[in-house]
């Protein structure tokens, strides 16, 4: 295969959207999209899956800063659903956030939904199924936003020379988007069937997709094992892993043969990213659309540059690989300056669940198709030599900086932990979200829907506030959770091992100030909290309440977020929402009339 995906779904995507612009009304971008059920076989495995205008991945959404969006979706499937925009701050239009039971009705089979939104930030973000496992199923597309003009960019912190200056801004404008993915042969519907049928967490898929393409790997028993670290061998009590990398399970009562073992290789054709090397530089932005899986990329021969995470620029960085976790996006420049032919660019599952691979080929346009391979990591994402150079997300510093309130007006301590069911997690205290809270009455419309449980947080609008994200290892051991916050952006300005045992940051501080940053802490919509191995762990992330609104606030792994792992977040109740007719019952939006 040496078709680019990207190049198909860019060019599908502006045969898909429609721009309007005239005197009275601002950018409208018109964007419909049909949801349908088919058989697909995007790692050479059919099975039932869900298609975006006949595509998977759907359409790239593109769009200008500024514009006004209406995504329109005409739902085909054969079960209601809901499409979320992740990492849109939804400013002034709560109700189009995509959030059934949180901030609309599920979309019915049949139906259609207007989702009505301002672009009010640059960058790269992703839209994707919320009702259930949708977004396992296949839901999903990339979003890029063309920054407004004037826009301070860190690029002269790369290079100075005009050349690459005017290179770097060229590649930035118009990136190659790289979506991964987790694949499942299973539907979600039917993993989660088995994980409470069974009582398992199910976290082993069967590929790593690379913009909708990949193959089964089947390494074989003896070199996955290799692959296992002395310490962690007696965690296996003298199992091995299972031919698909993952860990045995000890009770395979009511679990299907082929979801943890069972491989079988397929090997349909990979992706193809394509870089011009007259160009200089290429822009690759990276989606993770993971549910199950944490993954490590890096380009055989060709460093990268960070220069944007979550879709907002920040101080570029240097490195060889970068480990990222489910639902971020980090651009990075990479310079064309080796021989013109391939380069592997390779993904690696590298969470201890399980050890899964995959390669897309990143290739010279117009040289020749030969393929030396010089690999930075491993199958399973560990570095090959002591010079690989790896990011630590932690120190991704904002540019051009945005810092936190020194101090804030609330705190929140959630705790993180089981319940005892090895499928259902909580995000505060003992309650999980249920997944039948989909079908309430939505919290925008009635935020008192939950009141007196532990299933929402409020704030007043124009504060600051804490959320202490507190990993207990007193329900069982916890791996990292990729704690996704709905609406605005927020500064992970604290970590530390052991129990928080301070009433608030402000208290923390005075014992353990090395804990905290304040001055230039990362600015993400995703936080990744560490794993509580061998003692319980936290988390805190500072943020402005500037949109009022009900927002999911919610493990990313999503079947910990069908386990229960949410808490919605009604801020600004002080100045709640009145929400539009079209969008409250028995609305389902509207296009403007422009
Ligand atoms: C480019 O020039 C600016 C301003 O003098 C300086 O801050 C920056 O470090 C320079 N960048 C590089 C890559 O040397
Ligand atoms: C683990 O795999 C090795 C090599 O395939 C095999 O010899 C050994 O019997 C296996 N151990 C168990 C407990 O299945
Ligand atoms: C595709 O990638 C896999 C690794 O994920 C590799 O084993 C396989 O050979 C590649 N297929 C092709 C056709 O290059
Ligand atoms: C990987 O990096 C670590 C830390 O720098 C180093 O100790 C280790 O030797 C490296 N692994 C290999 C295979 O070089
Ligand atoms: C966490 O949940 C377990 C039940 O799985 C319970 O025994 C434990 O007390 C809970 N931890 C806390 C701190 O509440
Ligand atoms: C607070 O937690 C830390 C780390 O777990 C522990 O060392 C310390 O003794 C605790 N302090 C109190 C007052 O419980
Ligand atoms: C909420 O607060 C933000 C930030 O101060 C402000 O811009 C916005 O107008 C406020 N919203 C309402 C409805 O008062
Ligand atoms: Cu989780």
């Known amino acids: 295969m040496r078709v680019s995906f990207v ?77 979320h925009f992740h990492g849109i701050e939804q400013l002034g239009s709560p109700w189009s956030d995509g959030v059934p039971g949180v901030s609309q009705k599920p979309i019915p089979p049949g139906g259609t939904f207007v989702y009505k939104w301002k672009a009010t930030q640059y960058g790269t973000y992703w839209y994707h199924g919320h009702l259930a496992g949708h977004l396992e199923d296949g839901l999903f597309g990339p979003i890029h936003i063309t920054p407004a003009d004037g826009t301070p960019t860190p690029l002269n912190l790369i290079s100075n020379t005009t050349q690459d200056l005017h290179r770097l801004a060229n590649a930035a404008a118009s990136p190659q988007i790289v979506m991964l993915s987790d694949w499942s042969h299973f539907t979600s519907q039917k993993l989660h069937d088995i994980s409470i049928a ?60 082929n979801l943890f073992s069972g491989c079988v290789a397929t090997n349909p054709g990979n992706a193809t990213i394509k870089a011009d090397p007259h160009q200089g530089w290429v822009s690759l932005n990276f989606i993770s659309t993971a549910s199950l899986q944490e993954m490590v990329v890096s380009i055989d021969d060709h460093p990268m540059w960070l220069y944007a995470v979550d879709g907002r620029y920040v101080v570029p960085q240097l490195i060889d690989a970068m480990t990222f976790s489910h639902g971020s996006r ?22 201890n669940n399980q050890k899964v691979y995959s390669q897309a080929t990143f290739r010279y346009t117009g040289a020749p198709d030969t393929n030396i391979p010089n690999p930075s990591i491993t199958y399973d994402g560990t570095n090959t030599t002591a010079n690989v150079r790896f990011l630590d997300d932690k120190t991704v510093v904002p540019y051009p900086p945005v810092a936190p309130a020194s101090t ?35 919290l925008l419309w009635d935020p008192n829907e939950l009141a007196g449980t532990s299933l929402t947080i409020t704030t ?48 923390a501080m005075q014992y353990i100030p090395a804990n905290f940053n304040l001055v230039n802490p990362p600015y993400k919509d995703g936080y990744y909290t560490l794993a509580a191995a061998t003692s319980s762990t936290w988390m805190v992330v500072r943020y402005f309440v500037q949109n009022p609104g009900a ?34 019952p028995g609305g389902n939006g509207q296009i403007s009339t422009c």
């Open 7 to 83: 190049s198909i779904s860019l060019l599908a995507a502006s045969l898909a959207s429609l721009t309007f612009a005239d005197d009275d009304c601002q950018e409208i971008v018109r964007f419909p999209i049909t949801l349908t059920w088919e058989k697909g076989s995007p790692d050479g495995f059919e099975r039932d899956m869900i298609f975006m205008n006949g595509q998977f991945p759907g359409p790239t959404l593109e769009m200008n800063e500024g514009a006004t969006v209406e995504f329109t979706v005409i739902n085909q499937l054969p079960f209601e659903t809901s499409v």
């Open 198 to 257: 069974a009582d398992i967490d199910p976290l082993c898929g069967d590929s790593i997709l690379i913009n909708g393409k990949g193959s089964v790997n089947c390494p074989g028993v003896p070199f996955l094992m290799s692959l296992v670290p002395p310490p962690v061998l007696p965690l296996l009590d003298g199992q091995n892993l299972t031919d698909k990398g993952c860990l045995p399970l000890t009770d395979p009562f009511a679990v299907p043969p």
């Open 330 to 351: 980090l651009s990075v420049f990479v310079q064309l300056n080796q021989p013109a032919h391939d380069y592997t660019l390779r993904v690696a599952g590298s969470g």
């Open 408 to 442: 804030v007006d609330q705190t929140y301590k959630l705790l993180l932990n089981r319940t005892g069911a090895a499928w259902q997690w909580t995000l505060n205290n003992d309650t999980p979200f249920s997944e039948s809270l989909e079908d309430q009455t939505p």
């Open 460 to 507: 007043k609008n124009n504060t600051w506030v804490d959320l202490i994200f507190m990993v207990t290892i007193s329900g069982g051991g916890q791996p990292s959770h990729p704690i996704h916050k709905h609406s605005n952006k927020g500064h992970i300005i604290g970590y530390g091992d052991g129990e928080f045992n301070y009433t608030d940051v402000a208290e």
């Open 551 to 584: 927002f999911f606030l919610h493990c990313h792994i999503n079947p910990h977020l069908t386990g229960g792992m949410a808490v919605a977040i009604l801020d600004g109740i002080d100045v709640w929402p009145t929400v539009p007719p079209e969008y409250g």
